[in-house]
């Protein structure tokens, strides 16, 4: 349902094929884990599990990035749902998956006017990622009774920004979105953003447009985070090219004003299967400099030949 300038943008934060409907048999209390590997910048040094999501309480607004396509990063993303929650139950759950305009549809299927088979029909028109990868985080919310806001600006308006940029918005247009919006100060993500966008041999001025509309994204985002923040902690789900270097996201909802933020990935960043020893390692390899990335990991890896698949116990 995207348009070709979205679709473009939400390649910086997922690449790789089409989303493709996992078989899933969600179980709860706590959701199965991919991994059984974490590990702690800014040395790699593996920890438990219990003090990874101890040391992400040192931020007020925690992020935790996401390839859209990858099922087993969205079970990281609900065993991060349920652990902080667990530590913080007034936590509020912030999805860049959901714009701020479509609240109501969030709303109903949170409070359980609206059936799960509509809501995901609704959420695969509008995000276009299968709502059953996304099953366990509303899964370990819904159990939590936790609120889940959406984060994102509407998706018309970042679409019109990549086709004629910020200065194009009428002024209601321009209303709806952050008054200050910025490009990231972090030389290494403005990079990144750019390099992605130059393998699509834009012209200048569309180049120009895709970055204000990233921009918007970002800071439509990271200022909806640090409002909530004010009141509550918040963790947000998004696309890992949205948390990287906490730039981005966390970086916009430092501008705001949130006191602290702290940033978690699933690693390997490409979904690719491989042994722990493996990513450990090439996590930890300094020619990489991947531990600058997050504050924290949590390798997606197979184990014994499948992916863990049993339940625990909070």
């Known amino acids: 349902m995207n348009p070709p300038t979205l679709a473009l943008l939400a390649a910086l934060a997922a690449p790789g094929p089409a989303p493709v409907r996992p078989a ?6 706590t959701p199965s884990s991919a991994s059984d590997v974490y590990a702690l910048a800014p040395d790699g040094r593996v920890v438990p599990r ?4 101890d040391a992400l309480m040192r931020g007020r607004v925690i992020c935790v990035g996401e390839k859209h396509d990858d099922a087993a990063q969205h079970l990281v993303e609900a065993e991060a749902v349920a652990e902080i929650a667990d530590r913080d139950p007034s936590v509020v759950v912030g999805l860049e ?5 479509q609240q109501a549809q969030l709303d109903g299927y949170m ?12 959420w695969n028109a509008n995000w276009g990622f299968d709502f059953s ?36 918005l009428t002024p209601s247009q321009r209303a709806r979105l952050p008054r200050r919006i910025e490009q990231s100060s972090d030389p290494r993500y403005r990079a ?28 439509t985002m990271g200022q909806k985070a640090a409002e909530l923040a004010r009141s509550s902690r918040v963790l947000v789900l998004a696309g890992q090219g949205h948390v990287l270097w906490s730039a981005g996201i966390p970086e916009s909802a430092r501008r705001r004003g949130a006191a602290s933020t702290a940033v978690a990935l699933p690693y390997p960043l490409d979904g690719q299967d491989r042994s722990a020893e493996r990513e450990l390692a090439r996590l930890r390899d300094p020619k990489s400099d991947d531990l600058a ?13 499948a992916q863990k698949t049993e339940a625990r116990r909070p």
């Open 50 to 53: 219990a003090a990874l999501y």
């Open 24 to 29: 899933y048999a969600p179980a709860f209390p």
């Open 293 to 305: 990335l997050a504050d924290a990991f949590v390798l997606v890896v197979k184990q014994s030949g």
């Open 97 to 101: 998956m959901v714009s701020q305009d």
């Open 111 to 122: 409070s359980g006017r609206v059936s799960e088979a509509d809501f995901a029909a609704w």
């Open 192 to 219: 990144f953003v750019a390099q992605a966008l130059a393998g699509h041999n834009l012209p200048p001025d569309q180049m120009n447009d895709m970055l204000e509309a990233m921009a918007v994204w970002n800071e």
């Open 133 to 168: 990868m996304y099953k366990p985080v509303f899964d370990a919310a819904r159990a939590r009774r936790l609120r889940v806001v959406g984060l994102n600006a509407p998706i018309a308006l970042v679409a019109e920004v990549a086709r004629k940029g910020l200065a194009a």
